[in-house]
């Protein structure tokens, strides 16, 4: 293994005292795993990181990919929503199935929120992960009332700055 899958690894495995997921909005570590994603511009370079991460129980990908989808909101900027997206279809490859769900309601709403096309956003990075991009085309086929963040148990919560998801469940 190089010195770079072992950094993939390390950045991407959770640290359950860091709690990743409440830390200020953006952190370090949204960085480096942003860096990590844009890299991804292929089928194959998915299949690469992919392949590096198979035998991880689980990532911080999903919970990046919710991050990201907040600050969309927070920046009405397209990017982290981007940025979400990859990191979810990559997420997908080893997190638990049904959180990647959840956060592409998230992703979707946001696409909503930010004046974006839903489907066109999630159709566009598919096309660029290849077989990864598969469960953004089934997110995409879903009935809309099963797209929602409150089929997801998830609320909207404040504004600009103070934007956030707030978990029902």
């Not at 989808?69 to 638990?96: H, I």
């Not at 469960?135 to 099963?146: I, K, M, N």
């Amino acid at each position: 293994m190089s010195s770079a899958d072992r950094g993939v690894r390390e950045l991407l495995v959770p640290r359950p005292r860091e709690n990743y997921l409440r830390s200020p909005l953006p952190a370090p570590r949204d960085q480096r795993i942003g860096a990590l994603v844009d890299q991804l511009e292929s089928p194959d370079d998915f299949a690469r990181v992919a392949a590096g991460i198979a035998d991880l129980a689980e990532t911080v990908l999903d919970v990046y990919a919710q991050r990201m989808a907040v600050l969309a909101v927070r920046r009405t900027a397209a990017e982290p929503l981007r940025q979400g997206l990859r990191a979810a279809c990559l997420a997908n490859s080893v997190d638990d199935p049904r959180n990647v769900i959840v956060v592409l309601g998230l992703l979707w709403r946001s696409a909503e929120l930010i004046g974006l096309s839903p489907a066109e956003e999630f159709t566009a990075v598919a096309r660029r992960t290849g077989t990864h991009g598969n469960v953004l085309r089934a997110f995409t086929g879903r009935p809309p009332e099963s797209r929602s963040i409150a089929a997801m148990k998830y609320a909207e919560r404040g504004a600009g700055e103070d934007f956030e998801y707030v978990c029902l469940w």
